[in-house]
T-cell receptor, first 117, second 113 residues
Framework: AQSVAQPEDQVNVAEGNPLTVKCTYS??????LFWYVQYPNRGLQFLLK??????LVKGSYGFEAEFNKSQTSFHLKKPSALVSDSALYFC???????????????FGQGTILTVHP | SQTIHQWPATLVQPVGSPLSLECTVE??????LYWYRQAAGRGLQLLFY??????ISSEVPQNLSASRPQDRQFILSSKKLLLSDSGFYLC????????????FGEGSRLTVL
């Protein structure tokens, strides 16, 4: 079974400082990993994904994430936070084992990011 | 380009009443389709997914059902709503296969009174 954990319910950073939102995962095979952002009363927006290749993945709005297989982590980062980055962030994983042909994602519980002016 | 539409955006229904939420995707064919529920503004639970017309898989037993009458149409239904059915329902689609991301609609907020 696949699972993902976001150990921090909330992350608070000052505008202009770097931010990190943590994510760890558990899969049987190789993971496909995703980050999404959700603003209040809106759907989820895709930020970035890791499928294979370079461990550092760059995505939308200046976000990036680093895949670390030994630590089974996929932390979301941004060098300089903006107030407008304040939102709910979800990490998601898909296990490549099992031979499924559809794209079921398992989501973490989400981390609320608050960027203070 | 592809777009996903989900309606209604908000819905207030009495306990025991029926439910129908609709989702359509434009600009692609044979997408995988999904219904998720988000409770208390946090975690997402996969309710149903579909890899083709008439093919519905349920992830959890519940008071809800799903149908896919057309390639790009996905409907979430209930014959009799329960208080516990309240939540934020999200429809999503993805390309066939397992490497692609999901693209979400704007959600439907259901309040059962």
């Amino acid at each position: 079974a696949q699972s993902v954990a976001q150990p921090e319910d909330q992350v608070n950073v000052a505008e202009g400082n770097p931010l990190t939102v943590k994510c760890t995962y558990s899969v049987s095979g190789n993971p496909y990993l995703f980050w999404y952002v959700q603003y209040p009363n809106r759907g989820l927006q895709f930020l970035l994904k890791y499928i294979t290749g370079d461990n550092l993945v760059k995505g939308s709005y200046g976000f990036e994430a680093e895949f670390n297989k030994s630590q089974t982590s996929f932390h979301l980062k941004k060098p300089s936070a903006l107030v407008s980055d304040s939102a709910l962030y979800f990490c998601a994983v898909r296990d490549t084992a099992g031979g499924t042909s559809y794209g079921k994602l398992t989501f973490g519980q989400g981390t609320i990011l608050t960027v203070h002016p | 380009s592809q777009t996903i539409h989900q309606w209604p955006a908000t819905l207030v229904q009495p306990v025991g009443s029926p439910l129908s939420l609709e989702c359509t995707v434009e600009g692609t064919s044979n997408p995988n389709l999904y219904w998720y529920r988000q409770a208390a503004g946090r975690g997402l639970q996969l309710l149903f997914y579909s890899v083709g017309i008439g093919q519905i898989s349920s992830e959890v037993p519940q008071n809800l059902s799903a149908s896919r009458p057309q390639d790009r149409q996905f409907i979430l239904s209930s014959k009799k709503l329960l208080l516990s059915d309240s939540g934020f329902y999200l429809c999503a689609w993805s390309w066939t296969g397992i490497t692609g991301e999901l693209f979400f609609g704007e959600g439907s907020r259901l309040t059962v009174l």
